[in-house]
């Protein structure tokens, strides 16, 4: 049985077959999706950053989600590849998805000195996830291969954000 809260413990745990399970699972992409919009409620309760917070952590999340899944698969099926190397984007998504779950402990960032513990905590598993994760969409016998794959996408996915923030920062300055 492969219950939703199942599957949040299970990727959570870092359960290498787990990320197999939800990889192969197509109709798995609309809970990876709810992965992360949880995720990014209970960062924005944690957080305690009001209506419009919880709002734009949503909207940035499920941006962030696919740029980081698009890079992830654009980066590790073309520039590092394995042999065996066979993926998707949905099977990217729905993995980097899962990868989100420990994000959902972000919510014990309401308790009064736990924000910052709680983020950086989770910040780190969520990577570690992403590693599991990614691993597994691509095929990859190498883990080492997988966490430059994961670096490589993030600061990517960062350096992105970065401009489009800084360009909207430039366009609403001009007004």
């Known amino acids: 049985m492969n219950s939703f809260a199942d599957r949040l413990i299970r990727a959570s745990r870092l359960d290498v077959a787990l990320y197999e399970e939800v990889e192969r699972d197509e109709s798995a992409t609309a809970q990876a999706l709810a992965v992360v919009v949880l995720a990014a409620l209970a960062t924005g309760i944690g957080a305690r950053g009001g209506l419009f917070g919880l709002a734009a952590g949503v909207i940035a999340s499920l941006i962030g989600w696919y740029i980081w899944s698009a890079l992830t698969y654009w980066i590790g099926t073309r520039f590092f590849p394995e042999p065996t190397t066979e ?20 919510v014990l960032g309401a308790i009064p000195g736990l924000d910052v513990i709680m983020a950086l905590a989770t910040a780190i598993w969520m990577l570690v996830a992403a590693v599991v994760a990614i691993r597994q969409a691509l095929d990859y016998r190498s883990t080492g291969r997988a966490v430059l794959v994961v670096l490589v996408g993030w600061v990517a996915q960062l350096v992105l954000l970065a401009l489009v923030f800084a360009v909207l920062a430039v366009a609403r300055g001009t007004h």
């Open 87 to 106: 993926a998707t984007l949905g099977q990217l998504l729905r993995t980097i998805g899962f990868a989100q779950s420990p994000g959902l402990l972000r």
